[in-house]
């Protein structure tokens, strides 16, 4: 199955609706709270900006992402 591409981003959308200043790092535990509010729109952008660190090989709050040690 072919995979469809992503859409346009809105950058700083997750900032802006989680209230958080522009330059300021959203950490993992914030994301992972996002991920499981109420809100449908704040939780895909919450889940995206997680898989997106992961994919990238990027770090949240510290925590170093490997593709090694998925299981």
């Given at each position: 199955?072919?995979?469809k591409p992503i859409g346009p981003i809105k950058k700083?959308?997750?900032h802006a609706q989680a209230g958080i200043p522009q330059g300021e790092k959203i950490g993992k535990s914030r994301l992972e709270a996002m991920k499981n509010s109420g809100n449908p729109k704040m939780a895909?952008?919450?889940n995206f900006a997680l898989n997106m660190a992961?994919?990238?090989g990027g770090i949240v709050q510290g925590v170093p992402f490997h593709?090694?040690?998925v299981i």
């Open positions: 199955m072919a995979m700083g959308a997750l895909k952008r919450a992961y994919e990238k593709k090694s040690k």
